[in-house]
């Protein structure tokens, strides 16, 4: 994405608000440029692979081909999720069939550096969830295997593409906030990370989240998004990591923790403290940038501007749409905001109408199409799985880790 | 609370679900069967934003916002409650009619204003076309709304979860409306319903339950109630009391179905025996007048009591 500098940026929210609005509407709700159709396959269908079928089938000129899963049970219920698609055990075998253009990878972590590398062999167009992999091994191994790749190889930190981050990053590298004192993020969630089954092999292969030798941990598996939003932002990287994390609900042997909080220091002493449980859901997930002039805050569908009481007024802000939160009033930074308010719709479009993966997935898709590159390269998703496994690292060790990310 | 039970709340579908397992009864260990009833949370919440008539990216939202007359691609589970649904509006005679979402828009139950609804033929409103498992709108002002359907639809979806898992006993409920019982509550009783004076102690059945006065407008004059009857060639939205009820329950296999006959029923209780005519199956059915009092319709299943 070409780089906004401040003062083109500045001069065009003087205008008002559609100076403001027109530059991230552009591609706010998904202009899809694809030329004909692009068949998908689908590998791992477990809860994240089914998201990302729901989302590919809204994107016009999409057509989930193919569904690949060693899980039976899985399989056949993916299957159920779209119509005409064939069915795999293998990736081998989904690769080898024609069916598939492009395939989008949501397999278990660990898996990655096996399915990524043979999809890359075969040419086809490639979305990789992320984190990358579980080790820093098999970040480097994708990383190399992708350069060789002859498709577009896309990878899955959305932030990056989602239409309320790349607006709130307009601000954010226009100095809206001015000095960034420090950052917070959180992810709560209550859940229990286990995927029950009555079959003990199988149940061994699902539940790979609870066994530390093929898991990131909540810093890794989770942590590892909303980090990369800090890089993206700041443009920089930690360069050490300390935490702690413990089993502080689920009594039930575990030895993955259900609670963490590290902190992830940057060059320059700035800090980002981050928390993540899966034991209380108060808060969901978020990241807060906290600046001289103003804190970003950002949820995913939503982002809000918070001002200080001293700092200068823009224009724009007398028309944008406000939340209040107990003491605090927030200004909605709404992707496509002007667009909305001549049609009255301001307050409907507060969030956006999808989740995630589908601005990820069209961003991918419309790369495709373009013979471009997409927001998020695999280069950049190895780095935010680096800083994931050092977090996760310093949470399982107790000591401080030095992030190094040499290499990339 | 009964300490063998797993307990998940959550909201969605305009209401407050509540699901509770039996970790006593059931082959998994207590955590996971903790984890079903987050897989259950994950599965209507999936649903919810499916479903959901007001969210921009549901399939019902695209559906609704694709061009009368071209197909909407759905996948195999999406038609199945197409499918479904329309074999319900057949069944009742068009008393159940997914369509019937365009009147609520017509009316003001929506901000959305889809104009004059003259001329508008809300029985043959879509076409599904099974082969290539499409749906089409037949005009350009009919609205899909499976608000009368959905929820016993995902409870029957959350049974084939429970099966999976071998879970025997298990009571998961949407807003006290949708009910869906398996087994037995923990000592060993049916899991036990009271609507009304009667109570419905139900083993494996889904339980439906309607209200017309649940939500309702008013224009000035009349009363207008949120079930509104698609047969209506005036399209008026009309208050529906269907003959006097002012609360139906409906107990059946399916837990779809019995959600959307009990509005059905609603709208006119000679739907009942239409469907029964028609071969609904097996059922149970009591109604509660204005007059407070509460008649058995038909009790086929025997799960009918005073008390429990």
């Known amino acids: ?408 | 609370m009964h300490g063998g039970l797993a307990r998940r709340r959550f909201l969605a579908m305009g209401c407050r679900f509540e699901v509770l397992l039996d970790r006593e009864h059931a082959s998994l260990d207590p955590g996971a069967i903790d984890a079903v009833a987050i897989g259950i949370d994950e599965l209507v919440v999936d649903w919810h934003h499916r479903l959901s008539a007001f969210e921009r990216g549901s399939i019902t939202a695209c559906i609704n916002n694709t061009p009368a007359g071209e197909p909407v691609a759905i996948d195999p589970e999406m038609y199945t409650l197409c499918a479904l649904s329309e074999r319900m509006r057949v069944l009742t005679g068009g008393c159940f009619n997914i369509a019937a979402g365009t009147m609520m828009h017509a009316i003001g139950f929506r901000e959305e204003s889809i104009g004059d609804l003259r001329g508008i033929d809300l029985q043959n409103a879509i076409t599904l076309d099974e082969r290539r498992s499409t749906i089409t709108r037949n005009d350009e002002r009919v609205r899909i709304d499976f608000g009368g359907i959905a929820k016993g639809f995902v409870l029957d979806l959350v049974r084939e979860e429970l099966a999976e898992y071998g879970i025997g006993n298990a009571f998961v409920h949407g807003g006290t409306s949708s009910i869906l019982a398996v087994g037995t509550d923990p000592d060993g009783h049916d899991w036990c319903v009271r609507t009304g004076s009667v109570n419905l102690c139900a083993g494996e059945y889904g339980i439906g339950i309607s209200e017309p006065t649940g939500r309702e407008l008013n224009d000035g004059n009349n009363r207008i109630g949120h079930i509104v009857d698609p047969r209506d060639r005036e399209h008026s939205g009309r208050l529906i009391v269907g003959g006097g009820d002012e609360r139906v329950a409906v107990v059946h296999g399916s837990a779809a179905v019995a959600d959307a006959l009990s509005t059905a029923v609603c709208v006119d209780e000679n739907s009942l025996g239409c469907a029964i005519d028609r071969g609904i199956g097996e059922l149970s059915c009591v109604v509660r007048g204005v007059d407070g009092v509460d008649r058995v319709l038909i009790d086929r299943l025997g799960v009918v009591s005073s008390q429990c």
């Open chain 1, 1 to 408: 994405m070409a780089e906004l500098d401040r003062r083109s940026f500045l001069s065009q929210a003087a205008g008002g608000v559609a100076a403001i609005a027109l530059v991230p509407s552009l591609n706010a709700f998904g202009a899809v440029r694809l030329d004909g159709e692009l068949r998908v396959g689908v590998v791992g269908v477990g809860r994240q692979g089914r998201t990302l079928m729901g989302e590919l089938g809204k994107i016009p000129g999409v057509i989930v081909s193919a569904v690949c899963d060693v899980d039976e049970r899985r399989l056949s219920s993916g299957l159920r999720r779209v119509s005409g698609a064939e069915g795999y055990a293998t990736v081998a075998e989904m690769l080898k069939s024609g069916r598939v253009d492009a395939v989008a990878v949501a397999t278990p972590t660990h898996t990655h550096r096996e399915v990524a590398e043979a999809c890359f062999r075969s040419g086809k167009h490639v979305y990789l969830e992320c984190p990358l992999a579980h080790t820093r091994e098999d970040c480097f191994a994708i990383s190399a295997a992708a350069r060789d790749a002859g498709g577009v190889v896309a990878a899955g930190l959305q932030g990056r593409s989602n239409p309320v981050y790349q607006l709130a990053r307009g601000f954010f590298r226009t100095d809206s906030v001015r000095d960034l004192v420090s950052m917070r993020a959180q992810n709560n969630r209550k859940t229990n990370w286990i995927t029950p089954s009555n079959d003990p092999a199988r149940r061994e292969e699902l539940n790979w989240r609870l066994d530390p030798a093929r898991s990131n941990g909540l810093a890794g598996e989770w942590g590892t998004q909303q980090f990369d939003v800090f890089h993206w932002y700041t443009e920089r990287y930690p360069v050490r990591v300390s935490g702690v994390g413990s089993v502080r609900h689920y009594r039930d042997d575990r030895r993955v923790d259900d609670t963490i909080a590290c902190t992830l220091v940057f060059e320059d002493g700035a800090a980002l403290q981050y928390g993540a449980t899966i034991a209380n859901s108060y808060g969901g997930a978020h990241e807060v940038f906290f600046g001289s002039n103003a804190a970003i805050k950002l949820a995913w569908s939503h982002g809000w501007m918070f001002k200080e009481a001293d700092a200068p007024t823009q224009g724009w802000e007398v028309y944008a749409n406000r939340q209040q939160f107990h003491n605090d009033e927030g200004i909605t930074l709404i992707a496509g905001a002007t667009k909305l308010a001549e049609q009255g719709k301001l307050k409907e479009g507060i969030g956006l109408p999808f989740p995630s993966e589908y601005y990820a997935l069209l961003d991918w898709v419309n790369a495709i199409a373009d013979k471009a590159t997409p927001a998020c390269t695999i280069d950049e998703a190895a780095r935010a799985t680096l800083v994931g496994i050092a977090a996760n690292k310093a949470i399982t060790t107790g000591k401080t880790v030095d992030i190094d990310l040499s290499g990339f």
